[in-house]
Nanobody
Framework: QVQLVESGGGLVQAGGSLRLSCALS????????MGWFRQAPGKEREFVAS????????DYADSVKGRFTISRDNAKSTQYLQMNSLKPEDTAVYYC????????????WGQGTQVTVSS
């Protein structure tokens, strides 16, 4: 069974930075493409960023492009989301997700970590 454990959320002032981490266990990390999603109060869950199983391809939502950076360390079975220049509208619960690189849908999800950006 695949498990995803997230860390790094918290409270930060606008303009500040946070780095989220997500560790995968139970299966071979390099077999999975990874992603980050977020859900703000009263809103549907939205895509934030993704990275291919080998780390060579990344994708970002327009709202975070240029401010957020997704990365992965396959030796540590961990993916990261570096969030810079945070804005109040970035406030949300952030979820780590994983999918097998051979599949089209994200199958595994973390528990979520709260990110709150104060103005």
């Amino acid at each position: 069974q695949v498990q995803l454990v997230e860390s790094g959320g918290g409270l930060v002032q606008a303009g500040g930075s946070l780095r989220l981490s997500c560790a995968l266990s139970g299966r071979t990390f390099s077999s999975y493409a990874m992603g980050w999603f977020r859900q703000a109060p009263g809103k549907e869950r939205e895509f934030v960023a993704s990275i291919s199983s080998g780390g060579g391809t990344t994708d970002y939502a327009d709202s975070v492009k240029g401010r957020f950076t997704i990365s992965r360390d396959n030796a540590k079975s961990t993916q990261y989301l570096q969030m810079n220049s945070l804005k109040p509208e970035d406030t949300a619960v952030y979820y780590c997700a994983a999918r097998r690189f051979t599949e089209y849908a994200y199958r595994y999800w973390g528990q979520g970590t709260q990110v709150t950006v104060s103005s």
